[in-house]
């Protein structure tokens, strides 16, 4: 599913307003979503999920063409864990 299918999905099952509004508000919420992450905030969406924002340490790590020895650098990575819901969706 891309942006598009949910700015459809949206414009169809909301209805009351014209196509471009459903698009400003799909694309309002992914950049809510994104300042909240890149604050390292987390968001938990009921019934839904949680997203969190997790750093990783510096590690040692090896090329794997080579062998050599190598630092992989400290980082941010995003996590999702979806909630109880979603998960007994998903696996009925």
């Known amino acids: 599913m891309t942006k598009a ?3 459809e999905t949206v414009y169809e099952r909301v209805g009351g307003f ?5 698009a400003e508000v ?3 919420v992914f ?8 604050k390292g ?12 924002v997790r ?7 090896r090329n794997p063409q080579t062998g050599k020895e190598i630092t992989i650098s400290a980082r941010r ?6 909630s109880l819901v979603l998960n007994k969706a998903l696996n009925s």
Request: net charge positive.
């Open 5 to 7: 299918d949910i700015v």
């Open 55 to 61: 750093d990783k340490k510096a590690r040692a790590g």
């Open 26 to 28: 799909v694309e309002t």
């Open 18 to 22: 014209p196509k471009q509004e459903a």
């Open 77 to 82: 990575v995003l996590t999702f864990k979806p």
């Open 41 to 52: 905030d987390k968001i938990k969406i009921t019934r839904f999920g949680s997203f969190i």
């Open 31 to 38: 950049e809510t979503v994104k300042a909240t992450l890149v």
